[in-house]
């Protein structure tokens, strides 16, 4: 555990609408309800079968987000040793590995509760489930060319400085769990999920579906005691500090790290909470970006920060206090083009209250470092995440007030998303 963690984890993913996270009641939803956002865009997957004896695979997936998806690319990983072939009409492929990502050479759109039937062939004759099934598209905030989400390597960057924040490394922490005593039950994972606010057991839920407790599944015993919990949470619309329900089940923290450090399960369990965190936090927090104007990668991972620290409401508050400050009280969308306003112009006004937000709480104001990392990077141009960057920075070094030094250690990510840790450095916002 980072020596910062146990105050930073108060902070942490759960403030979040969608499922009243790990921080904060929100608008709240049964875990049965809640679709996993596969991807870039919110679909569930309702059949998903490989018949080997007539080589035909069959995916059909429904559109459960609020925008159309157009022109999808699917992904999908097959047995080793499998090689995808026979395109359907309408689609080509390619293969690296086991994954197969097959995308369109003509148009299609699957409109907004509308579900789509994908075929596709292999030279395996035994039949199987596709694993890692993804679908993305430019309309719904995808990573694929030309989108409005960040690139593969712009997400590491962005999802590495969080972590700094959170972890005291770039390196997502999974196998994390720990009772902070923030009135919020166990904390756990890459994003903070906790048992007590709604986001722990979805990931819970989606581990379930892939494993089950005779497959080596050491979260499935504690489902009825989860299940307890979250019922008090959405009738309440309280966070729910007690784990006595869990701890009469197990030791939850040892199960929680065994999951991730456990050769056998760990892909499933990272894909669960990879899922989870993208569909709470990640995948809002890009559609919030585009209706506003905001396209620069900078300023989307600033925002994806802002969003697991003060959950997706509270991203969007400081957004709208931005928009307020620069003259936008009405808050038009898009708010870059609007009376003048350019992209760098909001997101220092954005980091700036962001800044208030934190330095005027006495829990949060350790944490008000986090904001300078993003001004740094504005304040040299580092739009694209293209450059290497340190956490080099205190907000002290960047505004005149005298902040309290928050006590992160200095890393360098580089802009592939490896990064390193630096022999030595200058603190300065230049």
């Known amino acids: 555990m980072a020596a910062s963690r146990t105050w930073m984890m108060g902070l942490t993913a759960g403030l979040v609408a969608l499922a009243g996270g790990c921080g904060g009641a929100g608008d709240t939803a049964a875990p049965s309800t809640v679709e996993q956002a596969l991807g870039a865009c919110t679909h569930s997957v309702t059949t998903n079968t490989y018949d080997g004896p007539d080589y035909w695979g069959t995916l059909v997936f429904k559109n459960t987000g609020t925008v159309a998806i157009a022109n999808p690319v699917i992904a999908l990983d097959v047995p080793s040793g499998v090689t995808c072939d026979d395109d359907q009409p309408g689609w080509t492929h390619t293969q690296s590995g086991r994954t197969c990502t097959f995308t369109r050479t003509s148009s299609l759109t699957v409109a907004v509760g509308a579900s789509y039937t994908f075929n596709y062939s292999t030279n395996s004759n035994v039949s199987f489930t596709a694993a890692n099934v993804k679908v993305q598209s430019d309309s719904c905030g995808g990573t694929s060319p030309g989108g409005s989400g960040l690139t593969a ?86 966070s729910q500090a007690s784990t006595a329900e869990l701890d009469a089940v197990g030791n939850w923290t040892a199960d929680w790290a065994a999951s991730f450090n456990t050769t056998a399960t760990k892909a499933d369990f990272k894909q669960c909470q990879d899922q989870v965190s993208d569909a709470l936090y990640y995948t809002p927090t890009i559609n919030e970006a585009a209706k506003w104007g905001l396209t620069q990668a900078l300023t989307k991972a600033a925002l994806y920060d802002a969003s697991i620290n003060h959950g997706f409401d509270g991203m969007k508050d400081l957004i709208r206090k931005a928009n307020t400050a620069l003259g936008n009280s009405g808050q038009v969308a898009p708010v870059v083009g609007y009376n003048g306003i350019t992209e760098s112009a909001w997101l220092q006004k954005f980091l700036e209250k962001r800044r208030d937000v934190l330095a005027a709480d006495p829990t949060w104001v350790e944490a ?55 022999s030595s450095y200058t603190y300065s916002c230049q």
């Open 153 to 238: 390597n712009q997400k590491k960057v962005a999802e590495g400085l969080t972590s700094i924040w959170e972890n005291d490394t770039p390196t997502l922490d999974y196998a994390y769990s720990e009772n902070i005593f923030d009135g919020r039950g166990y904390t756990n994972g890459r994003a903070g999920f906790c048992t007590g606010t709604g986001d722990a057991i979805q990931v819970v839920q989606c581990y379930r579906a892939l494993r089950t407790e005779a497959n080596g599944n050491r979260l499935a015993k504690y489902w009825n005691a989860l299940t307890v919990i979250n019922n008090r949470f959405l009738s309440t619309g309280q």
């Open 368 to 422: 008000v470092d986090r904001v300078a990392a993003y001004e740094k990077q504005r304040r040299r141009g580092n739009w694209d995440l293209g450059v290497a960057l340190r956490n080099d920075v205190r907000a002290r070094d960047c505004w005149t007030t005298a902040y309290p030094a928050s006590g992160y250690t200095v890393r360098n990510i580089n802009p592939d998303g490896t990064w390193s840790t630096p």
